[in-house]
């Protein structure tokens, strides 16, 4: 379920909606009905207006829908209204993504990050509706004198989000040794960073000669990745690959993937893959620029990767984005074209750094 804001035109919205879409596939999920409803002014109680209630209820009955996607951020109340009002699942676009890292987590770091992030999501959540917990575990002997199930479940999630806490920053810790000593031995640290499916990890196999599973669907990659890059005789890197980024990232997310972020807020250049086929190019380049804002990385040296310039036709979108978004280097790296050509710009960038 889209919502469109006065602030927003229809092909934002349209191309926030499919992108929705895209994620509720990548969940699991079968999508039956999609719509964009307008919203002039927030409701407080449901996000949209009462007159849409009906609407919803219809089309909940009519096709046998038993879960509703907002493409949204939903408070509590709203979300527990709605689901009053639909008697079904309702979940917003965070929870939708939380979900599908929980899927995609296989390192004990990444469930970790992905753990403190729906912990959190759930704190305020909580209602008197018997929540099962058993998945975030702890609490035996931490019911106090009189204290309701309610009270219990919350002293529970908020134990268990300050032992995550305590284990992130043990990691980040470790990292930052691992780190120091990589920059004790010269080892510049270039970090890969661009919208989910841009082709990052295609790239890094094909720079380092690493075995990453490519897939292409969202968040294929999410816990982070290290290897040795030989530039030239004289130069070797250390190459990072991360998690995609994406529009309306859950804050939650990127304050509990911060141990990993570190590696790009600590690196020493930054490439930009951008898949310069997507028809939504722009929307994207903006949503990494507002997350690298956001972890305090906005202001980092970094070089724009035109990535999947196999799919073009012809130039001119490579020629139009270069006048607006500055020079870049083409590449392919499904096919390994114009891998050379950057090498030899990540070099020369380097170099001008470390004379400055």
Aim: glycine share 8%; aromatic share 4%; no cysteine.
């Amino acid at each position: 379920m889209g919502v469109r804001s006065a602030r927003t035109s229809r092909s934002e919205a349209e191309e926030s909606l499919q992108e929705l879409e895209s994620l509720a596939r990548s969940a699991g999920a079968q999508v039956v009905v999609s719509e964009i409803l307008p919203l002039d002014r927030p409701n407080p109680a449901i996000l949209l207006g009462k007159g849409k209630i009906p609407l919803l209820q219809e089309q909940v009955s009519q096709n046998k829908i038993d879960i509703v996607l907002f493409d949204e951020a939903l408070a509590p109340n709203q979300q527990r209204n709605w689901e009053e009002f639909l008697q079904v699942k309702v979940i917003d676009r965070t929870a939708l993504i939380l979900d599908i890292f929980a899927q995609r987590a296989k390192t004990r770091e990444g469930q970790l990050q992905v753990e403190l992030a729906q912990a959190n999501y759930l704190l305020p959540r909580l209602t008197g509706k018997g929540i099962l917990l058993s998945r975030l575990g702890g609490g035996i002997g931490t019911r106090g004198p009189g204290e309701t199930k309610l009270e219990v479940d919350r002293r529970r999630i908020r134990i268990r989000i300050q032992y995550l806490q305590q284990e992130l920053e043990r990691v980040r810790q470790a990292r930052s040794l691992q780190r120091r000593g990589r920059q004790e031995k010269g080892l510049p640290i270039i970090a890969l960073v661009g919208y989910t499916n841009a082709g990052k990890s295609t790239l890094f196999n094909r720079l380092t000669g690493a075995n990453i599973r490519v897939e292409d669907r969202l968040f294929s990659t999410l816990d982070p990745t290290l290897r040795r890059l030989r530039l030239s005789e004289e130069q070797t890197v250390i190459l990072s690959d991360t998690v995609g980024f994406i529009r309306k990232l859950p804050h939650l997310l990127v304050e509990a993937f911060r141990a990993t972020l570190e590696e790009v807020i600590q690196a020493t250049l930054l490439l930009h893959v951008v898949d310069i086929s997507s028809p939504e190019i722009e929307e994207q380049i903006r949503a990494v620029h507002e997350v690298l804002k956001e972890i305090g990385a906005g202001d980092k040296p970094s070089l724009l990767v035109w990535n999947k310039i196999d799919r073009l036709v012809d130039s001119y979108p490579s020629e139009r984005m270069e006048r607006k978004w500055g020079e870049g280097v083409m590449v392919s790296a499904k096919r390994g074209q114009g891998l050379d050509l950057l090498k030899q710009r990540v070099a020369s960038l380097l170099t001008i750094g470390m004379e400055q």
